[in-house]
Structure formats: C-alpha cells, structure tokens
C-alpha cells in the first residue's frame, strides 16, 4: 500500500513512506507529523537533531514566551506533545520506538531522545490516533450543545493514566470556581502591557507570509481586523472581552477537564505534554474539539488556588474543555528545514538550564 504524508512536510510535494532508506531518513519523514502539535501562540518551541536511528529533541529557547510562561513548563508540554504524534507516526508506518526523557538533566536544552526500533505492525487503535493528526486543532470558537459521551471522557481517563498523565474532570459543583480564576487569571494578564506586548508579537494577519504565530482567522478576525489586531492588543486596557468569553466557557462547557502530574518537575511536564497529545488525538478522533485555558495555570497565584479549588493532591499543568466544534483551518507550521539542526552546519540551541520548580506534593 501507498502511504503519503497528510502534509508536505516543507518539501513542497507529496513523498512515499522511504521503508528501504536508512533510519535517519525515515526518521526525517516522520517530523512533519511531530510538528503539527499544539503550542502556545504557536510559537513551535522544537529543535530536533538526527543521528542514525536517534531522534533528540531539544527545546528551542529562542521561543521561549517570557512573560507567559517564564519557567518553560508550557514550551516542555509541547515538546513533549511533538515527541508523541512522532511516535504515533512510527507506529503507523510500522516501527515502534523507545524514548528516554531527559528534561531538566541537561545544560543543553536537550529534552529527549528516541530510537527507532524493531519493525511493528499498528494496531487499529493506533491507526485511529495517526488518523486524527492531520485533524486536530485548538478550537476557540463556542461548541454545540451536544454532550460528551460519558464513555469516551472515561477512555480518555485511562488514555491520560497509560502515557503517564492524571486526567480528571472538573466537577460542576466546583466549576464556578474554577471559572472565576479562569477569568482572574485574563485579568492579571491583560493588565501586564508585557503580556500584550508578548502576544502581539505572535500576532499574524490573514494574509500574513509567517509560518508561526496565530494568524487572526484563528480567533474569528476578518482580514481587515487581523491587520489591526497586533496594534489594538498592545493598546488594550480595562475589561477584556477574552475574560467574559473564557469565564462563560468555563462555566458552561459540556466537559470541562484538568490534565495533572504528581510533580512538578521539567521531566513531568514533558509526560504531560505526551498524555495530552494522546488525550486530544483519541477526543479529535471521535470528533471532538478542544481549547485550553492557559492563562489558569500560567499566572502563579492563580494556579495555586486552581490546585487548592480542585482538591488536587498533584499539579495541574493543562486545564481545557472537549466539544463539538464547527472545521476550522490549520494554523501554519515552519518548514522542516527550520527545525531540524544539521549535524555539521546546524545552529546549536540557547544553553539553558531549566528551572526546577520550588513547589512539593
């Protein structure tokens, strides 16, 4: 059977699976999987490096967002999410694969590797979650008024636990709470002219010739408003239209979900990043949308008393919603020439050390 990229992977043209290459090739076809996942602003904070049959993933410091996530937790989530639809990738083309999580061990940024293994035919689960890849996207548009299956969020509870996550479901009776730090959390932010600052810089036009940031269409702006968006975010003041939105969202999605860790540590927020992966493929692949709520657990305070309203015993790393969710079109995503360091010639990644965090169970 013929097997093609969904994506052309930056190399302007549809390319077969190479099974009679070498491992750095095949390993080669398989980023343009990887980089389809979410991150903040998607800003795309990946550096991958690769030697025969090893794949390393390095954080890219350069995208690091100061203001919005200054210890590099939410940039280690994504890589980690990154790493996961890799290895998904490999199952589907027939390779498992091992991985060793070094995040936070090393000077260098280095935050995983993975090997290429043994040949190994997908099971139909697997399939179902290489399908959902090219399809899944952060949706912040109102879903519909249809449930989630309470089936499925239970599969997405084991899902989370088999890759080494905590996914729990933010019971109603807490969710007033749970919506006012949503909206706390808008508030401190939006007040900070170096968030605004911040999340202009990753603002993009329509039209706009980059190939990262959040173009306006993302967030329902016509062409003509993404042009001004960047401007009127820097000038913004008072109220923000974003804390009445995400307080109502929060308050009355049809799931509302906290995806946890029993530490707080870098190789922690890495796991995290590979079970939310598998969360939003397994949910994209029944069809459902999601949306995260980022600024509860970015804003320290806030996350604090997020964990305290929870009753939550670990930390919570992503707070988000699931529903069903009008088609939306792909943000962009840099060629694979961008990410993937040369051996010889290739950029190395800004040195740095992350940051251990000071919080105990």
């Known amino acids: 059977m013929?097997?093609?990229?969904?994506?052309?992977?930056?190399?302007?043209?549809?390319?077969?699976?190479?099974?009679?290459?070498?491992?750095?090739?095949?390993?080669?076809?398989?980023?343009?999987?990887?980089i389809l996942a979410p991150s903040r602003h998607n800003a795309q904070p990946w550096l991958f490096e690769i030697e025969g049959p090893?794949?390393?993933?390095?954080?890219?410091?350069?995208?690091?967002?100061?203001?919005?996530?200054?210890?590099?937790?939410?940039?280690?989530?994504?890589?980690?999410?990154?790493?996961?639809?890799?290895?998904?990738?490999?199952?589907?083309?027939?390779?498992?694969?091992s991985v060793e999580i070094l995040a936070g061990s090393r000077k260098d940024g280095l935050l995983a590797r993975l090997t290429l293994e043994e040949r190994r035919p997908p099971t139909p689960q697997d399939e179902q979650l290489f399908a959902a890849i090219g399809v899944r996207r952060t949706n912040r548009f109102a879903f519909d008024a249809r449930e989630v299956p309470f089936g499925l969020i239970s599969a997405l509870v084991r899902e989370a636990a088999d890759q080494g996550g905590c996914l729990r479901v933010v019971d109603r009776t807490v969710r007033p709470a749970v919506a006012e730090l949503v909206a706390e959390g808008d508030r401190q932010q939006w007040a900070s002219a170096r968030f605004r600052s911040e999340l202009a810089t990753w603002s993009r036009s329509n039209q706009a010739s980059e190939t990262d940031g959040l173009p306006?269409?993302?967030?329902?702006?016509?062409?003509?408003?993404?042009?001004?968006?960047?401007?009127?975010?820097?000038?913004?003041r008072g109220l923000s239209a974003e804390e009445r939105r995400d307080r109502h969202y929060a308050l009355n999605t049809r799931?509302?979900?906290?995806?946890?860790?029993?530490?707080?540590?870098?190789?922690?927020?890495?796991?995290?990043?590979?079970?939310?992966?598998?969360?939003?493929?397994?949910?994209?692949?029944?069809?459902?949308?999601?949306?995260?709520?980022?600024?509860?657990?970015?804003v320290a305070p806030v996350r604090a008393r997020l964990r305290e309203a929870l009753g939550e015993l670990g930390f919570p790393q992503v707070l988000f919603r699931l529903g069903f969710g009008r088609p939306l079109r792909p943000t962009p995503r840099r060629p694979i020439e961008l990410v993937l360091r040369s051996m010889s010639t290739g950029a190395q990644p800004q040195a740095i050390v992350l940051p251990m965090a000071a919080a105990k169970p």
């Open 255 to 298: 799931a509302l979900l906290t995806l946890c860790s029993h530490n707080d540590t870098p190789a922690a927020w890495f796991v995290a990043g590979q079970s939310m992966q598998r969360v939003l493929l397994r949910a994209a692949a029944n069809g459902l949308s999601a949306s995260f709520f980022s600024q509860a657990v970015e």
């Open 2 to 34: 013929t097997m093609r990229y969904p994506v052309d992977g930056g190399g302007g043209r549809k390319s077969v699976f190479p099974a009679w290459a070498g491992p750095a090739e095949r390993l080669r076809f398989l980023l343009p999987y990887a």
């Open 54 to 97: 090893e794949l390393r993933l390095y954080g890219d410091w350069r995208r690091a967002l100061r203001v919005a996530d200054p210890q590099g937790r939410e940039l280690v989530i994504a890589c980690g999410a990154a790493l996961y639809n890799l290895q998904v990738a490999a199952l589907h083309y027939g390779h498992a694969t």
């Open 216 to 236: 306006g269409y993302a967030n329902g702006l016509s062409d003509s408003a993404s042009v001004l968006h960047r401007v009127l975010v820097r000038l913004r």
